[in-house]
């Protein structure tokens, strides 16, 4: 682990949200996190901060020693409870003090300004998680995962972090790192001794000892798809010509009526995104507008919005009226859309049908009716089950979504197909042995081992401030 600088001084930040609230935190962590507080933290009891056992909350008054006028007149700047948790058991592995105060951003800020003038430095984005990471509590994977559940849209997707947090993936990799480094062991051994030659038997251990950790990696990839989708959303498009009832589905999957909706055609005349949930998983449901041909600028424009939101869909919701026999506009989207990942979604259904849905080239094809919200179920049905790849339960739960796992495990998989190909090959086995370190060293990646300084940043750099 490469040594990083500055883990000498102390950090203070907010550690709650900007605004007002019930409680603010402040925090603290590092070697004079606990003589910062002695300095300005009057306990109502005997005990200072330094004096305190880990684990332990203290209740008394933050007071401005820095002003010395201020202090003789015991100004008090708020009423706190102060909790003590001493090296190494913290969660930056430092000493750390946490100043629960009245949650008024004025009072926090005051609070933080005090600790900051007695020695503290304002701590950058995610500095407590890479001190935590720094200090050996948790590796890299794990600090992803405190980020992931901070900014989790959904409660699935905290579970999963939950368990990344908890070191499933951690403990995953390593154990599939120990086989991989004993079979390095092994393969140095014999090229250190060459009058050993590899016998058959070893010869085929190792291969199956390739072949079943280049599995379990497999595995942890197979579920990334599901693991990106629960973390980033898909984006959703309605599209369909004037008045099928796209911004009617629309307000039916919000269940809240969010769009405009009448029966004249041309209604919507800008695209509308809003987030949604189905069955855990984050949506961004975009309502376009209908027009085919433009009559105005406005409607120029938002043919060209609607456009580009469709181009970008990860999945689009092509609504049809029950009620009308396929038209021009209609066939025009369908050769449009043909290629893309498409649900059809036949509206309208309380209507007499005049819709003739033979020779579509789409597979799935739902009946609604969005005015008595009737069929929404298997609507929903169908979203996730066009963007949910297979089953989630295998590989213990573990679900890959960070693209830097993602990628650092493909290249382990790259790395392991090519020493196993070798080794049927028959060929030297120093060149096996290099590629099985690169598989390794891939690993190690993902748990922020041998990473250096600048991704390190950049990754704490997209934490807030304060965790
Ligand atoms: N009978 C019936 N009418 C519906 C249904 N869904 C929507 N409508 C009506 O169809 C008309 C058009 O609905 P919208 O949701 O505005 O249609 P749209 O596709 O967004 O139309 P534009 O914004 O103009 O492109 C409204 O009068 C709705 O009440 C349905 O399931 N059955
Ligand atoms: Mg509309």
Request: charge should be negative.
């Amino acid at each position: 682990m490469y040594q990083f600088k500055g883990l000498d001084d102390t950090i203070a930040a907010i550690a709650t949200p900007a605004g007002n609230g019930g409680i603010g935190v402040v925090r603290l962590s590092g070697p004079q996190a606990l003589s910062i507080s002695d300095d300005v933290f009057s306990p109502k009891g005997k005990v200072k901060p330094s004096q305190a056992k880990g684990f332990t909350v203290h209740y008394g008054w933050i007071v401005n020693t820095n002003d010395e006028e201020q202090a003789m007149n015991g100004e008090i700047i708020d009423e706190v409870l102060l909790t003590v948790m001493r090296a190494p058991k913290s969660y930056t592995g430092e000493d750390v003090v946490e100043i629960g105060c009245h949650g008024g951003w004025a009072v926090v800020r005051a609070v933080l300004d005090i600790v900051l003038k007695a020695g503290a430095r304002l701590a950058e984005p995610g500095e407590f998680t890479k001190r935590a990471f720094l200090n050996g509590r948790m590796d890299l994977a794990q600090a992803e995962a405190v980020l992931d559940i901070i900014r989790a849209k959904t409660e699935a997707f905290v579970r999963v972090s939950q368990h990344q947090l908890k070191g499933q993936l951690s403990d995953e990799i390593e154990s599939i790192r120990k086989v991989l480094m004993s079979v390095y062991t092994t393969l140095e051994a014999l090229i250190n001794f060459p009058e050993d030659d590899i016998d058959a038997q070893t010869h085929d251990d190792v291969c199956q000892r390739l072949e079943e950790q280049n599995k379990r990696i497999q595995t942890l990839l197979a579920n990334s798809p599901n693991g990106r989708l629960l973390k980033e959303g898909i984006r959703v498009v309605f599209c369909g010509k004037p008045n099928v009832g796209k911004s009617s589905l629309l307000n039916v999957l919000l269940k809240t009526p969010r769009a405009i909706v009448t029966d004249i055609a041309g209604t919507t005349r800008d695209v509308l995104e809003e987030e949604a949930q189905i069955k855990g998983i984050p949506l961004q449901l975009v309502d376009t507008a209908g027009i085919l041909s433009p009559r105005d600028l406005i409607e120029q424009e938002a043919v060209k919005r609607s456009h580009l939101y469709i181009q970008s869909a990860d999945l689009v919701l092509l609504v049809l009226d029950h009620s009308l026999p396929l038209e021009d506009q209609d066939r025009i989207l369908i050769e449009q859309l043909k290629d893309r990942p498409v649900v059809v979604v036949v509206n309208k259904c309380d209507l007499p049908s005049r819709l003739e849905l033979a020779h579509l080239p789409f597979e799935k094809v739902v009946k609604v009716c969005a005015l008595q919200q009737q069929g929404i179920d298997q609507l929903e049905h169908a979203i996730v089950e066009s963007v949910w790849q297979g089953e989630v339960s295998n590989s213990h739960g573990i679900l890959i979504s960070n693209l830097r796992h993602i990628q650092a495990l493909k290249q382990a998989v790259v790395e392991l197909e090519a020493a196993w190909g070798l080794m049927g090959e028959g060929l030297s086995l120093e060149f096996i042995s290099e590629h099985i370190k690169a598989a390794v060293n891939c690993l190690d990646a993902v748990l922020g081992r041998n990473i250096d300084e600048d991704l390190l940043e950049s990754i704490f750099s997209e934490f807030c401030i304060g965790k």
